[in-house]
């Protein structure tokens, strides 16, 4: 099956700065999703994202599908960025397969 | 509805019972995803449906583990004979179409089998 690598494994950030999360994966999709589950487990929607890049707010997102990798930026982190990052592909067999996350801790 | 809703929860339950766990989807998706998520791991797909069909379920563990979808609608996800390993979070997830469309999840439903 497909592989979903994501990195780093593990960050710590001081509040304001900015970071860059890296999703890697195998073999062509038709679909990348980023997701922030939060300290109380919700699983939120970031962005929907199979090609190209896209903004929202202090979030931004790139993915290259020819290259098979996508990117998750996050400028002037806040303590509320904390939690686990996770991009997720479908495809083409339409099952949503989950990476192995990035947890991110924001420090005041 | 606004968002997709499951029930119950928080479910504690003795070793050995039956459970069965509810997904709402929104209203008007035709995707329904089942994943379960243990503590510190990322969600690990179980099976989805297109409207009724069932369309893969080769993420589930065993055949203590079911899911039906009878009218396209609610969905509901049925473990037989629970044992501690299957304590975990139980999460739906909906979209509007297949594969090409954002999925949106549930807050999920956490199982402890004791």
């Known amino acids: 099956g497909i592989q979903v690598e994501q990195s780093p494994p593990d960050l710590i950030l001081q509040e304001g700065a900015n970071s860059t999360l890296r999703c890697n994966f195998s073999?062509?999709?038709?679909?990348l999703q980023w997701f922030h589950q939060n300290p109380w487990g919700q699983l939120i929607n970031l962005f929907y994202?199979?090609?190209g890049t896209k903004q929202n707010g202090r979030l931004s997102a790139t993915t290259v599908a020819t290259e098979r990798y996508s990117l998750l930026y996050i400028s002037s982190s806040q303590t509320t960025d904390s939690g686990v990052y996770f991009c997720?592909?479908?495809?083409?067999?339409?099952?949503?397969?989950f990476g192995t996350g990035t947890r991110l801790t924001v420090i005041p | 509805g606004a968002g997709v809703s499951q029930s119950p929860r928080y479910k504690v339950t003795k070793r050995g019972q039956d459970v069965a766990l509810r997904c709402d989807p929104i209203?008007?998706?035709?995707?329904l995803y089942w994943y379960r998520q243990a503590l510190g791991q990322g969600p690990e797909f179980l099976t989805y449906?297109?409207?009724?069909?069932?369309?893969?379920k080769s993420g589930l563990p065993n055949d203590r583990f079911s899911a039906e979808r009878p009218e396209g609608s609610i969905s509901t996800l049925t473990i037989q004979r629970t044992e501690q390993r299957d304590s975990a979070m139980y999460r739906c997830?909906?979209?509007?179409?297949?594969?090409?469309?954002?999925?949106?999840f549930g807050e999920g439903s956490w199982l402890t089998v004791v």
């Open positions: 449906f297109n409207y009724e069909a069932q369309q893969d």
């Open positions: 209203s008007g998706h035709v995707s």
């Open positions: 997830a909906s979209s509007l179409g297949v594969g090409k469309s954002t999925i949106y």
């Open positions: 073999d062509s999709v038709n679909n």
């Open positions: 997720a592909v479908i495809t083409g067999a339409n099952n949503l397969f």
């Open positions: 994202i199979p090609s």
